[in-house]
């Protein structure tokens, strides 16, 4: 079968001329929550059908609509349709905050809104637009229909149904869409990203990942934000089932489908990290002491394994002793694949293959943990600028520390310790803001990513920090937070973690502790132990990166304190608004 838009669509959705052809009858989508288990044939007569109704409520080509909405296959629905039909999309997740999304919708110039539910349409509806759509099944009150033109996901492909498509000519310097930005300060910038940029990541990502066809994919970030999304792409290009699930129903999902792929961020692998340990915290004693002493001697046994082999960025020794080191270890090791490690791999089911790790570093200790018990994690870098991803590790190659080397067609260069891109993936700029652009993405095409790095030898990326993010302290030390901030997380008493000292005389600690230390007399004590051990045994440590202040906060950053972005970064400027005195107050003793 082949599609109309086949011949002149060159495009991001050009590309379903080949999937029905390679995939057809092949289950392309299981979303239980959306009440969706489709074939690709299935799937793109659904978008094709939605692509129908919105040209029958008039959307041409460069127009633009505004998707809200959170993880669903409707989303992917939504978004393929409007990208059909030649039209740009502005995304966005639908809990963010009121204003942020009025923002963006009169920001990015849309004409329509597409909306996760009707709470979200309610805050947006008294906005000058032509149409509406809710993803949700919710029933729409007449009145609101009618006055503020709302329509509901059904209604759409219903009258999607009644009208023809008119095929449109897009090309790959097209725009597809605005991706607006969970920066960690300021108002979003929209990131405008063309069809052949998104078209660039799919094509990249084939000889790094080489999934296969048939298995099953974990979807449990939100759709809009472009890692994600791109990474959605792939999976489908590639006729990999994609299976949505969201956080209370992650573990269970796991056990339901088995999936042999996930993609995630390092708060995910934390998460899954942490329910391992608490399970293995309840095991008698006995048995506790057996399985930390196989963890324990098999990620000694891994780390040497890694300098051997050349797998690691940080050299520790020379390779004979530590070959001996690792022969001694290796019986234990093995003992531990026996008895442990099977059953600890089956906290993300009986068919686990290969995670996917973006959207910030992967800690240390994970590394350890899923490398120890037999779990391949390819960790990518990018950004929402590069559509994102610029360099990317191999299951053969998973150079440990690294992020990886640049993905195909990607070049890298290190310009006074700062990264810099140029590819087929980085972004056209920002919307309606030449200055912005100007700053970051030069007339020959190199993106300033604002991240600091360094390159090996044989052109993998090592990341060291961000530039906008260095602690100046008062002696004129320069230090990077983020390396001593994942070290310390490897703290099991610490939960999250923020450096400050910025124009101080050293640094200091703004910490919430594990849920489990709640309460415990000897927090302070513990907590400096740790800070003291962990900072100061690090290799190449440096007498001003001592920590000697720190103050303790009770509830966690969340994204829905405003404190994290939807991606698990920490907002800095924001937890210094809510907690500098805090600061303050420990600088002055």
Same mark, same amino acid.
């Given at each position: 079968?082949?599609?109309?838009t086949?011949?002149?669509?060159?495009?991001?959705?050009?590309?379903?001329?080949?999937?029905?052809?390679?995939y057809?009858?092949?289950?392309?989508?299981?979303?239980?929550?959306?009440?969706?288990?489709?074939?690709?044939?299935?799937?793109?007569?659904?978008?094709?059908?939605?692509?129908?109704?919105?040209?029958?409520?008039?959307?041409?080509?460069?127009?633009?609509?505004?998707?809200?909405?959170?993880?669903?296959s409707?989303?992917?629905?939504?978004?393929? =349709?409007?990208?059909?039909?030649?039209?740009?999309?502005?995304?966005?997740?639908?809990?963010?905050?009121?204003?942020?999304? %009025?923002?963006?919708?009169?920001?990015?110039?849309?004409?329509?809104?597409?909306?996760?539910?009707?709470?979200?349409?309610?805050? &947006?509806?008294?906005?000058? &637009?032509?149409?509406?759509?809710?993803?949700?099944?919710?029933?729409?009150?007449?009145?609101?229909?009618?006055?503020?033109?709302?329509?509901?996901?059904?209604?759409?492909v219903? &009258?999607?149904?009644?009208?023809?498509?008119? +095929?449109?000519?897009?090309?790959?310097?097209?725009?597809?869409?605005?991706?607006?930005?969970?920066?960690?300060?300021?108002?979003p910038?929209?990131?405008?990203?063309?069809?052949?940029?998104?078209?660039?990541?799919?094509?990249?990502?084939?000889? +790094?990942?080489?999934?296969? =066809?048939?298995?099953?994919?974990?979807n449990?970030?939100?759709?809009?934000?472009?890692?994600?999304?791109?990474?959605?792409?792939?999976i489908?290009?590639?006729?990999?089932t994609?299976?949505?699930?969201? @956080?209370?129903?992650?573990?269970?999902?796991?056990?339901?489908?088995?999936?042999?792929?996930?993609?995630?961020?390092?708060?995910?692998?934390? =998460?899954?990290?942490?329910?391992?340990?608490?399970?293995?915290?309840?095991?008698?004693?006995? #048995?506790?002491?057996? $399985?930390?002493?196989?963890l /324990?001697?098999?990620?000694?046994?891994?780390?040497?394994?890694?300098?051997?082999t050349?797998?690691?960025?940080?050299k520790?020794?020379?390779?004979?002793?530590?070959?001996?080191?690792?022969?001694?270890?290796?019986?234990?090791?093995?003992?531990?694949?026996?008895?442990?490690?099977?059953? %600890?791999?089956?906290?993300?089911?009986?068919?686990?293959?290969?995670?996917?790790?973006?959207?910030? %570093?992967? =800690?240390?200790?994970? *590394?350890?943990?899923?490398?120890?018990?037999?779990?391949?994690?390819i $960790?990518?870098?990018?950004?929402?600028?590069?559509?994102?991803?610029?360099?990317?590790?191999?299951?053969?190659?998973?150079?440990?520390?690294?992020?990886g080397?640049?993905?195909?067609?990607?070049?890298?260069?290190?310009?006074?310790?700062?990264?810099?891109?140029?590819?087929?993936?980085?972004?056209?700029?920002?919307? /309606?803001?030449?200055?912005?652009?100007?700053?970051?993405?030069?007339?020959?095409?190199?993106?300033?990513?604002?991240?600091?790095?360094? &390159?090996?030898?044989?052109?993998?990326?090592?990341?060291?920090? #961000? /530039? /906008?993010?260095?602690? @100046?302290?008062s002696?004129?030390?320069?230090?990077?937070?983020?390396?001593?901030?994942?070290?310390?997380?490897?703290?099991?008493?610490?939960?999250?973690?923020?450096?400050?000292?910025?124009?101080?005389?050293?640094?200091g600690?703004?910490?919430?502790p594990?849920?489990d230390?709640?309460?415990? +007399?000897?927090?302070?004590?513990?907590?400096?132990?740790?800070?003291? *051990?962990?900072?100061?045994?690090r290799?190449?440590?440096?007498?001003?990166? #001592?920590?000697?202040?720190?103050?303790?906060?009770? *509830?966690?950053?969340?994204?829905?304190?405003?404190?994290?972005?939807?991606?698990?970064?920490?907002?800095?400027?924001?937890?210094?608004?809510?907690?500098?005195?805090?600061?303050?107050?420990?600088?002055?003793?």
């Open positions: 079968m082949t599609t109309a086949e011949n002149i669509d060159k495009g991001l959705t050009g590309i379903w001329g080949n999937l029905l052809k390679d057809s009858g092949q289950t392309a989508i299981l979303d239980r929550y959306s009440g969706f288990e489709l074939t690709y044939k299935e799937l793109y007569r659904l978008i094709r059908c939605f692509a129908s109704g919105l040209q029958a409520l008039g959307l041409k080509k460069n127009e633009h609509v505004s998707l809200f909405s959170e993880n669903s409707k989303w992917f629905i939504a978004d393929q =349709a409007i990208l059909m039909c030649g039209a740009i999309n502005a995304v966005r997740g639908s809990q963010s905050p009121a204003d942020e999304l %009025l923002y963006i919708l009169g920001h990015s110039d849309s004409k329509g809104l597409i909306a996760e539910d009707l709470d979200t349409t309610d805050k &947006l509806k008294d906005c000058s &637009l032509d149409f509406i759509i809710c993803l949700s099944e919710e029933e729409i009150p007449r009145e609101i229909s009618r006055e503020y033109k709302v329509y509901g996901f059904k209604e759409i219903s &009258l999607g149904e009644k009208h023809a498509f008119h +095929p449109v000519r897009i090309d790959k310097q097209d725009l597809a869409t605005i991706v607006y930005t969970s920066g960690t300060t300021g108002k910038k929209g990131v405008m990203l063309t069809h052949g940029n998104l078209l660039s990541q799919i094509t990249s990502f084939i000889q +790094p990942l080489g999934l296969s =066809a048939g298995k099953k994919a974990l449990i970030l939100p759709t809009w934000h472009v890692y994600e999304r791109t990474c959605e792409y792939y489908l290009s590639r006729g990999v994609m299976v949505y699930t969201n @956080v209370p129903n992650f573990r269970g999902d796991i056990k339901r489908y088995n999936p042999e792929y996930l993609v995630a961020v390092p708060r995910i692998w934390e =998460a899954v990290y942490e329910g391992v340990h608490a399970e293995i915290k309840k095991l008698p004693f006995l #048995r506790k002491k057996i $399985v930390n002493f196989v /324990k001697t098999g990620q000694f046994y891994v780390k040497k394994r890694r300098i051997i050349d797998m690691c960025t940080e520790k020794g020379d390779k004979l002793s530590n070959f001996i080191k690792s022969c001694l270890a290796y019986p234990f090791y093995k003992a531990g694949e026996k008895l442990v490690y099977g059953k %600890l791999r089956s906290a993300l089911g009986n068919s686990f293959k290969l995670g996917i790790s973006g959207g910030g %570093l992967l =800690a240390g200790h994970l *590394e350890d943990f899923y490398e120890t018990i037999g779990i391949n994690i $960790v990518g870098y990018g950004l929402t600028e590069s559509s994102p991803v610029l360099t990317m590790r191999r299951p053969g190659y998973n150079l440990r520390n690294s992020a080397k640049p993905v195909s067609g990607t070049e890298i260069r290190i310009r006074e310790g700062v990264v810099y891109a140029r590819g087929p993936q980085v972004m056209k700029g920002y919307y /309606k803001d030449e200055k912005a652009t100007n700053e970051v993405l030069f007339s020959d095409g190199w993106l300033n990513t604002g991240d600091l790095g360094w &390159l090996t030898p044989g052109n993998d990326l090592v990341l060291t920090g #961000r /530039k /906008k993010d260095l602690i @100046v302290l002696s004129g030390e320069n230090i990077e937070p983020q390396p001593l901030e994942h070290i310390l997380l490897k703290s099991p008493y610490i939960y999250q973690v923020m450096l400050v000292g910025q124009d101080r005389a050293h640094l600690a703004l910490i919430v594990t849920p230390m709640a309460g415990n +007399p000897e927090l302070h004590k513990i907590l400096k132990k740790e800070l003291k *051990e962990h900072i100061q045994n290799a190449n440590f440096r007498p001003f990166e #001592r920590i000697q202040c720190f103050r303790v906060i009770e *509830e966690p950053f969340s994204a829905d304190n405003g404190l994290l972005t939807r991606t698990m970064k920490v907002k800095k400027t924001e937890v210094y608004k809510k907690y500098g005195h805090l600061a303050d107050e420990m600088f002055r003793q």
